[in-house]
């Protein structure tokens, strides 16, 4: 058995919230460079993008997914008491007894509110991450994003067939990671 002493689990405590804290100011760096490198890299014949989107872009908008992640939870877990509270009062019950393992497995009014409550927060979460992560993040990306050569598509024609709803349909399925 493994002993560890106290003062390595305070420095393993420290190191672990240092990381927790630092990881979205990182991780906000990282798609930054990330998405400026992309960017800058794309090329249609004459046509060349450069992205000046600076290091730190990308790190408040990380932060403001994390506000509002835990908004949520918070709203999800008021919800699930009040919830709770209402059932317990209407039951009789007292609400400690409410959330014992026999009486849990038998509240089918309970599992109900849950399971709206739980539609509820994963559809707000959905909206904060599009918002914030598809929709905030390409207007940054596309604000710092200049088109040289841009004469050069003056001449560009469409060529081939145009692709079908079903195509285009099965084409989004084959989604990898947004691209």
Partial sequence: MLVVSARLRIVISIVFWITLIAAPFIYGVFKAVEWRWWFSGIRFGGVRLESTLSRGALMSLYWKVIGWFFLIIALFVGYLFAGAALIASMSGKPMAKLFTPA????????????????????????????????????????????????????????KGDLASALGEGLADGLDVVGF
């Fill in 103 to 158: 009486d849990l497995q038998g509240s089918v009014s309970m599992i109900v509110l849950a399971l709206i409550g739980y539609l509820a927060f994963v559809l707000a979460l959905n909206v904060v991450l599009r918002v914030y992560l598809l929709r905030d993040v390409w207007v940054k990306i596309l604000a710092s994003t200049n088109v040289h050569g841009i004469e050069a598509a003056a001449n560009v024609a469409a």
